[in-house]
Structure formats: C-alpha cells, structure tokens
C-alpha cells in the first residue's frame, strides 16, 4: 500500500512525487507514456518556474536543458510597434519538453518514487494526486466541467532558424473587441516556436489568427511554417482542488495564468501547495482553501483583470505596457506573481475608462475584480514613450 499515488508524470505530477517522496511518503507516479515523450508546449520558463525547480533539484543549471533569453520584444496589435528590453540571465530560458519531462520524472524516481504505466488507484494507495491534464476524469468529477471562458486555446507551430535565443509577444492578436489573446515567437537553437492563444469563447477567425502567426513569423525569419499543432490551457480559477482521498493539482484543477497563460510555473506552485498542505495535515482536508489563500494565487485575480483589459482595448493595453515603468513592471511580473498588481493599477491611472470597463465586465461574469486604483499606493505612473522598430529578420 502506497501513501500517496500521483497520475501523471508532467511537471506538476512529478513535482509533487519528487517533493512528497522527500519527506520519506512512499509514492507511486503513473503515467502511461514512455519516455521521453512529446509534448505540446511553448516550453517558456520563467524564473517563478526555474526557481521551484532549483527548490528540489539544484542540479538544473547544470543540465543543459534550458536555453536561457536574454531579448524580449513587445508587439502592438498593428504588429510593427514595439519595445524592447534585456533580460537579467536566469530570468527566462527555454525548454524542450520532451526531455525536461523526462529529466524531471527521473528525478522523482531518484528522490523514492516508483514510477510504472498502470495504475493501483484507491485499493492501492491512501491518497491520490490527479496530475493528468485538462482532460482528467478525476479533476472533472472533482472541479466539475471547465468552461469555455476558462480554456485557452493554443495553436502553434515550428519553423527552421539560425536564431539567438529570444522572445517576442504580440499584445491582442485577435480582431479589434473580439476578446482576449496575444502571440508568441521563441527564438531557440533548433528554429522558431510561434503561436498564438486565444480564450475558447473569443476564437474569433482562426485562420485569421494563423495569419498574425506568420506575419510575426516573417519579422525575424524568412523560413516557412507550415504545420499547426493545437491544445488547450485550463485557466485559474477559485474551483474545488480536493475531495476526500484525492486531489487535483496542475491543468486538471486549472491555475494557468490568465493574462499570459503561463502553465508550468503555476502547475508546480499548485503541487509545492499540494504537498505543504498534506505535511501538515497529513490529508487534503485543508487543500484548497490553503490554494486558494496562497499569495502566489491571490494574484491571480490581477492576471484576470489584466487579461479582460487586453479583450477590452488591445491598443490602450499596449500603449500602457510599453511605457518605460509598466513594461518594467511586465518583466518582474514574470519572477513575481505579486508585480501584476502594480500592473494592474499602472494600467487603471493611465485608462480609468478601460479599466472600469474591464472591471465591470469581471463583475457580470461573476469574477472578483480588484479594489478601486485609489486603495493601491505607489503606482509607477510614467508616461509611454514612442517604441522602437525590431531588428532586421536573419
């Protein structure tokens, strides 16, 4: 009989078995892949994610598995402005999911865990730990269905480049008012990643989102892409994480950033939460209102009034975030969840309109929206500043 038996050997699973056989559980990790495996994945660490990495395995600098950014590009809804900025080293890097799931299940295994394809469920195991997607059938019986303006919807595809690592981001790659999105090109040494995501229930025209890929595309590369891979992100929201004996962590509770739809970070925050929670209460009892109460999660509700503000108004969303004090608000924002409340209000001064709008919207959907801009001291109210054009294409 094992302690606790963990479905799914991503990076929330593995996390929670690598933590929870440290502190001398046995663990059962289930998946019924073999590794390496592929998966569809932007593969974007930031250092919220590299640091709960490095917490349990200092030994990832020394991998050779991540490519760190060292440019970030910020790209208007016209897809020509742009602001541009360095990165400190060691505060965004890439990665390849079908080895950094491999190299990060067999670290659990190092820790105690036992890994195998089948599972032994509740006969086997006192505890289960769902950490097997969107598509669970533990976290929809648990959280109930997601819906539609709780998914992102993410299609992606590779193009061959002779690059230096980099970073670029289109705020809004959606039609002027049809909702919430941006793209994204991942400049790594094997070629380009680009994408671009959009919420289930704001699509819009896909092919006309593919087209905003290729136009981003052709900025740094001249090369082709061609094949479009999709999958879907389960956003945060206050939902129920545990029931009983079993608790769900990563995409099958949903905690993926809702304003750049970061998953990998925000999964394995859920399992650190997971797994303190069941140290101290040696049950899931108090799991999920320790979640939810959790700072790392509180702010979330900034990254969701972030993300109706970039629905609301693509063009204000940018003007504001390439200002000098905001956009350097952005880059923190990617070490500290806490820095999008700054952001938050930064974006309120310079458009009280949108913002109200924005609020208004979160409050008809039934979302909590942040206080009014006046209760948050300190904002960086810096005005924006003409933006820069990008460097020629290789």
């Given at each position: ?12 699973g ?6 929870l056989?440290?502190r ?25 994610s ?15 598995l991540?490519?760190p ?14 602001r ?7 505060e ?9 799931d ?11 865990a ?5 599972p032994?469920?509740l ?7 769902a950490a ?6 533990w976290?929809r ?19 061959s480049?002779d690059l230096?690592p ?9 039609d ?6 941006y ?14 995501g ?9 092919p ?12 740094f ?41 970061e ?6 925050a859920?399992?650190r ?17 320790e ?17 109706q503000v970039?629905g609301t108004?693509g ?6 975030l ?8 952005l ?20 458009h ?5 709008r ?9 979302r909590?929206?942040?206080?009014a ?15 820069k054009?990008?460097p020629a294409?290789?």
């Amino acid at each position: 009989m094992y302690d606790v038996e963990v479905i799914g050997a991503g990076p929330s699973g593995s996390y929670a078995a690598n933590a929870l056989a440290r502190r001398g559980f046995s663990v059962h990790l289930v998946d019924r892949a073999t590794f390496p495996r592929d998966k569809l994945c932007g593969g974007g660490l930031t250092r919220k994610s590299l640091g709960l990495i490095r917490e349990l395995e200092p030994s990832f600098d020394n991998s050779g598995l991540a490519e760190p950014i060292e440019q970030l590009y910020l790209f208007g809804p016209d897809g020509k402005t742009v602001r541009e900025a360095r990165l400190p080293v060691g505060e965004v890097a890439l990665i390849r999911r079908r080895d950094f799931d491999a190299w990060w299940r067999d670290r659990a295994l190092d820790a105690g865990a036992e890994f195998s394809q089948r599972p032994v469920g509740l006969d086997g195991a006192r505890f289960l730990v769902a950490a097997d997607g969107a598509g669970s059938s533990w976290g929809r019986s648990i959280r109930g269905p997601f819906r539609n303006s709780e998914i992102a919807v993410a299609t992606e595809c590779h193009a061959s480049a002779d690059l230096p690592p980099f970073a670029a981001l289109l705020v809004s790659p959606n039609d002027a008012g049809s909702g919430w999105g941006y793209s994204w090109l991942f400049g790594r040494s094997d070629g380009v990643l680009v994408g671009t995501g959009y919420r289930r229930d704001q699509e819009g025209d896909l092919p006309a989102l593919r087209g905003r890929i290729l136009l981003l595309n052709r900025r740094f590369t001249s090369e082709t892409c061609s094949r479009f891979d999709n999958w879907v992100i389960p956003l945060y929201h206050p939902r129920p994480a545990a029931q009983g004996r079993v608790a769900l962590v990563g995409d099958a509770l949903g905690v993926a950033d809702p304003f750049l739809a970061e998953g990998i970070a925000n999964s394995m925050a859920s399992s650190r939460v997971l797994v303190e929670s069941f140290v101290r209460q040696k049950d899931f009892s108090q799991y999920t209102a320790e979640l939810h109460r959790h700072p790392y999660f509180r702010a979330m509700r900034y990254f969701e009034f972030l993300q109706q503000v970039v629905g609301t108004d693509g063009a204000a969303a940018f003007q504001a975030l390439s200002s000098p004090g905001l956009f350097e608000r952005l880059r923190r924002m990617l070490s500290d969840p806490g820095e999008a409340a700054y952001l938050a209000w930064g974006f309120a001064l310079r458009h009280p309109v949108t913002a109200l709008r924005a609020r208004r919207t979160l409050r008809v959907a039934g979302r909590t929206s942040p206080p009014a801009p006046s209760l948050m001291p300190g904002q960086d109210t810096t005005p924006a500043t003409n933006s820069k054009e990008p460097p020629a294409r290789a």
